[in-house]
């Protein structure tokens, strides 16, 4: 049986016989694309070079693109694991031409590959061609094998591609298998063709000829450079070359799958009865860990919006998957190591980041535990209320809120609503989730639009950047000028808008570096450049204000960097570089970049790591970086062949994004990475690293925070003077400050506890005082004492048990101030709590003091804002509380 790691490699193999460069697969992470949340298609790599907006050194290129498609346009999560070919996480063969061959060339090259080097059945295959291609229809009439009976020519809808609304689009053409000898199928219509939805044919190949411009009014002209952009999943073509009637039944899946299955007979007991969930489970299981496989490995991590939130929604759906199962304990991040061993030999980084895969499994599957604890509670309050308020429906709006919020699977959410006898409203619900998905897909259009907006009003793509030699010109053309977006012909005294220069020192920013600042002057007006940013790669723009005169199109000015600033965020960029390298040195080479920011007087450097950094491991980077800094170490700068930079270790990072031609910033020993920021020629320039800080920003994500040069000489310089008063003020030695401290907080934090107690017993009436009285509310005992001040909460709650310990049968309501806002605590002894829910009473009091709050059944809190006479909350406490409790006595049998 041929396997999937040689079928991929058949295919690059194939075109790169036939002068096709071999290109590697880009990130998960689109680079510089704001419409696309993940890379969903292998053109996305090549969507610039289509456009025109980028220049490669090859017409012809291959790939296998890793892709995900799970939200937007391509949202298959629901049907993954219940048909036999959706997946989240993919794998798409291409072949690509950029104004090189056109129809006949990519019809021939596919056949041949089908047909000759694959060795399909020509029998078996269909083609189709969009209803108004002639020129598609006649060469594949014309192609040896193919029968005029099995072309179909098919609508816009199947056969016509668009790159959007506007641009580049033309005509496919695909290529369908006929599956009814494979799976059995009778189809119903032994006439029919691709077009037909009875399940008798499926897709292998869709070649699409990029040949139109489609204009605003929907005209269709000619493109100047016609193009072939083809895909084909990996997946589905091994399913067909093993003769297996599922992908899932390939080895791209079937090793996790008996991974899966050994998990759950272990951990839940699982004996393989055959029923269809059990199967769409494992499934789901299989495709979701190899989805978080490889996000987490390409720098995504879970959170609670963008990629992070579809990454943890995919974690969360598998681990309710592995719960039908039996499997209650953590097992993703142990079937991810099953992922890593079926796909290293194409994705060989896989392995270097196969632990940071498992702790981030591992951390998500523990945190989902708990969350899933609290949604459960949330529910159940939620249906409580309900029947407490004789309604009969779990409204969409918040049943979408705890499938968003907490997780919560909506079947679960289902079974909780039936428990109670409540349904669902599925229609708010859909409606909810619909809403979320347009607000994400009109953000991406929206950033899009405006981005191509500019462009359009730009003379030029792309200008000549030389700050890398120098930080002035004197030289240097006005080619265009914007304000509010819009061309103008020039900006006067007091103005700002954007200056765009036929050539210029000023680095965009980009890879964390902030852009430059400085002045453009001419001979009529001085401009102050803001900040430098760049739409497109190489099409610098200056942000600027006029500080005198005017700056006019066309006019000759000199463009001067600010240096010193440029200078100092040149230190902090190379101190970048070394602290990156020094922690994959210290803490390993796991250790990925997730973002940095390189200023002039500070930077940060995000990481992938599982766990905080202690003190000495952070002591052994600092000390590590500041050596390499005294060693005065050459900064050596090269531009070579991105593949050529690889294969000698260079790193690269997600989000970046890279041409064929690369510049590499070495350390000659010690660090190399790609990147397109400004350096300087020794280590020793930088003088000093300090960390100033280390943090979790993320789940999985650390940040160090850092000073460079003189930022660090500073730091140390406030750090002495403020040890140096604190030694002062306590009269003992430097050595002696901490431990003297430490005494001096233990001392004010016995104290502080004492103040409490003594502040407690004062408000319970101790010492022989009465206890608080206590109040009839529609026939329970209710005790309201007067608002406490200056008690925190732990002292509140230990006022509250000791009223309600001597209440015996009834509910304690303490309302308290602190600095900045009003609190109130419910409690309820233990023979009310199935009655009275204090979660219940404390949301309506809540309203008094405009907040918000919730708890437990027995005991509940709310926090809002100072009210202007707390002193007058207990009196209002009866009226507020008197709807709420009658709603409770009626729901009671």
């Keep these: 049986m041929r ?55 090859y017409a012809r290129a291959a790939s296998s693109q890793k892709c995900m498609r ?19 996480f993919f794998e798409m063969l291409g072949n690509f031409s950029f104004g090189d061959y056109f129809k006949k060339e990519a019809i021939g090259f596919a056949w041949e590959l089908l047909t000759k080097v694959y060795g399909l059945p020509s029998g078996d295959l269909w083609v189709t061609v969009f209803r108004d291609d002639d020129d598609a229809y006649a060469l594949w009439r014309d192609q040896e094998g193919v029968p005029v009976a099995r072309i179909a020519r098919l609508g816009e809808k199947d056969n016509f591609w668009s790159m959007g609304d506007t641009g580049p689009c033309g ?8 599956r009814t000898r494979k799976c059995g199928l009778q189809p119903a219509n032994p006439a029919c063709d691709p077009g037909c939805d009875c399940g008798r044919f499926m897709e292998l190949w869709n070649l699409v000829f990029m040949q139109f411009d489609r204009q605003p009014d929907g005209r269709l002209l000619p493109l100047g450079k016609t193009g072939v952009d083809t895909g084909m999943g990996l997946e589905r073509i091994t399913a067909v070359l093993q003769d297996v009637k599922s992908n899932y039944e390939s080895d791209l899946f079937v090793p996790i799958i008996e991974a899966a299955k050994a998990i759950a007979a272990r951990e839940g007991g699982w004996n393989a009865p055959g029923h269809e969930e059990d199967r769409v489970a494992l499934q789901v299981i299989a495709d979701h860990v190899r989805a978080l496989t490889f996000l987490v490995s390409d720098g995504v991590v879970p959170s609670n919006d963008g990629r992070g939130y579809v990454l943890r929604r995919i974690i969360r759906r598998a681990i309710m998957f592995g719960r039908h199962l039996g499997i209650d304990k953590p097992f993703l991040c142990d079937l991810s190591a099953t992922v890593v061993k079926v796909m290293e030999r194409a994705y060989p980084s896989l392995v270097a980041h196969s632990e940071l895969v498992t702790q981030t499994a591992r951390r998500e599957e523990e945190r989902f535990a708990q969350t899933l604890a609290v949604g459960l509670q949330k529910v159940e309050a939620l249906a409580q209320e309900l029947r407490l308020r004789n309604e009969t429906v779990i409204p969409g709006i918040d049943a979408f809120r705890l499938y968003d919020t907490f997780g919560l699977p909506a079947d679960l959410i289902r079974d909780v609503a039936q428990a109670w006898k409540l349904g669902v409203d599925e229609r708010g619900f859909q409606s909810a989730l619909e809403e979320q998905r347009e607000r994400s897909r ?37 080619l265009a000028i914007l304000k509010d977006d819009a061309p103008v012909e020039a900006l006067a005294a007091g103005e700002s ?10 680095y965009a920013e980009g890879g964390g570096q902030v852009g430059d600042t400085g002045f453009l002057t001419g001979a009529h007006g001085v401009a102050e450049v803001r900040d430098t940013r760049a739409p497109l790669p190489g099409l610098n723009l200056h942000a600027v204000v006029i500080r005198e005169g005017r700056l006019r199109v066309g006019e000759t000015i000199r463009a001067e960097v600010d240096r010193e600033r440029r200078l100092a965020v040149m230190r902090s960029h190379d101190a970048t570089h070394l602290l990156h390298a020094a922690l994959r040195d210290v803490v390993g080479t796991h250790v990925k970049q997730a973002g940095s920011l390189v200023e002039s007087d500070r930077l940060r450097f995000d990481f992938s790591h599982f766990a905080a950094l202690p003190d000495d491991i952070l002591h052994q980077v600092e000390d590590e970086v500041n050596d390499v800094i005294r060693q005065d170490l050459p900064i050596v700068s090269r531009v070579m062949p991105i593949d050529e930079a690889l294969k000698k270790g260079a790193l690269a990072f997600f989000g970046d994004k890279y041409g064929d031609r690369v510049r590499v910033v070495e350390v000659p020993g010690f660090s190399m990475e790609l990147c397109g920021g400004t350096h300087a020629a020794s280590t ?42 604190v030694q002062s003020a306590l009269k003992v030695d430097r050595g002696r400050v901490p431990q003297t401290v430490d005494k001096l907080v233990e001392q004010n934090r016995a104290l502080q506890k004492e103040i409490d107690r003594l502040k407690v017993a ?35 709650r230990a006022l509250v048990d000791r009223n309600r310990d001597r209440l015996k049968s009834g509910v304690v309501v303490q309302w308290a101030v602190q600095e900045e806002s009003t609190n109130v ?16 009473m404390v949301r309506a009091l809540a309203g008094l003091i405009g907040g918000r709050g919730g708890g437990k059944a027995d005991l509940a809190e709310a926090g809002g804002r100072l009210v202007t006479d707390p002193d007058a909350l207990p009196g209002r406490t009866a009226e507020a509380l008197r709807e709420v409790i009658r709603k409770a006595k009626a729901a009671q049998p």
């Design 171 to 178: 005509p496919c053409s695909e290529i369908h298998i006929d």
């Design 497 to 506: 808008g954007r200056v765009l220069l036929d050539r210029t020192p000023f």
């Design 684 to 725: 020793g320039s930088i003088g000093l690293l300090k960390i100033t800080q280390e943090r979790g920003v993320a789940a999985g994500i650390r940040r160090v925070e850092a000073l460079a040069g003189e930022g660090a000489l500073h730091e140390l310089r406030r750090d002495r003077q403020a040890l140096g008063l």
């Design 762 to 796: 004062a408000a319970a009436g101790a010492g022989g005082g009465e206890a608080p009285e206590t109040h009839d509310i529609e026939g329970y005992r209710f005790m309201v004492p007067p608002v406490v001040r200056g008690l925190d909460k732990s002292a509140v």
């Design 825 to 840: 605590t419910v409690s309820v002894s233990k023979d009310l709590a199935k009655t009275l829910h204090a979660g219940d």
């Design 3 to 57: 396997s999937a790691d040689d079928i991929r490699e058949a295919f690059l193999k194939f075109f790169e016989s036939r002068g096709h460069a071999r290109v590697a697969s880009s990130s998960l992470i689109p680079a510089q694309d704001p419409t696309l949340l993940f890379t969903n298609a292998g053109m996305n790599q090549f969507k610039d070079v289509f456009l025109g907006r980028e220049v490669r050194p």
């Design 442 to 478: 009109r953000g991406m259009k929206e950033i899009a639009v405006a981005a191509a907006g500019v462009l359009e009003k730009l003379p030029v793509r792309a200008v000549g950047f030389e700050g890398y030699e120098t930080t002035s010109i004197d030289e240097a053309r006005v």
């Design 70 to 88: 799970v939200s937007g346009k391509h949202n298959d999560l629901e049907q993954v694991g219940r048909t036999p070919r959706h997946h989240t």
